[in-house]
């Protein structure tokens, strides 16, 4: 089944404590971006990867890091995470000829930093 | 496992006339649904809401209809114009555990 996957579905954590977020698909999509989620806010885009090593910064950065090393997998790194990075976060990935339509996302990451 | 489904990936209108898109769900506890508009290399902005208690939300030009029964919403764009041309996804969440999942999204297509 084609789908979009992330881990974990669920975080708390504390300030300054470094964490991953994995996303992976099996869609051999070669473009996938990263999104948060917030009230009143709606839907912001973080960073997005047109291809292997190829990653660019999105509408707010600020504080994340991301890596493409592997065309499935596009992890969202937060280095030292604070509480104003408490979000819902969801990965999204399509084909590059698509990468302005259809989007599949994943099912969400709901962090909250203590 | 798609518990959103967008099951037509593209519609095209003509100018002035109604637009629908569809949006069928699975999950009996998502209770809270809502329509976002994306333009090319932009990300979705959010377009309009309903909660499962109403069957019925309007904003302007945009309707969005719920059946709960058929677990089904729908959005119609009346009259449709050349600038809602983008592409259209539907979310739903259950307020309680604040889970959201995404359809893939509709490309509505408006010709003048």
């Known amino acids: 089944e084609a789908q979009v996957t992330q881990n974990p579905r669920y975080l708390i954590t504390v300030t300054g404590k470094k964490l991953t977020v994995t996303c992976s698909q099996n869609m051999n999509h070669e473009y996938m971006s990263w999104y948060r989620q917030d009230p009143g806010l709606g839907l912001r885009q973080i960073y997005y990867s047109m291809n292997v090593e190829v990653t660019d910064k999105g509408d707010v950065p600020e504080g994340y890091k991301v890596s493409r090393k592997e065309k499935r997998n596009f992890p969202l790194i937060l280095e030292s995470p604070s509480p104003n990075q408490t979000s819902l976060y969801f990965c999204?990935?399509?084909?590059?000829?698509?990468?302005?339509?259809?989007?599949?996302f994943g099912p969400g990451t709901r962090l909250t930093v203590l | 496992d798609q518990q959103v489904k967008q099951n037509s990936p593209s519609l095209s209108v003509q100018e002035g006339r109604i637009s629908i898109l569809n949006c069928d769900y699975t999950n009996s506890m998502f209770d809270y649904f809502l329509w976002y508009k994306k333009y090319p290399a932009e990300g979705p902005t959010f377009l309009i809401s309903i909660s499962s208690i109403k069957d019925k939300n309007e904003d302007g030009r945009f309707t969005v209809f719920l059946n709960k029964s058929a677990k089904h919403l729908s959005l119609h764009i009346v009259p449709s114009q050349p600038g809602d041309s983008a592409v259209y996804f539907c979310a739903a969440s259950a307020l309680d555990n604040n889970d959201m999942r995404f359809g893939a999204g509709t490309r509505l297509t408006v010709k003048p």
């Open positions: 999204a990935s399509s084909h590059l000829s698509d990468s302005a339509d259809t989007q599949y």
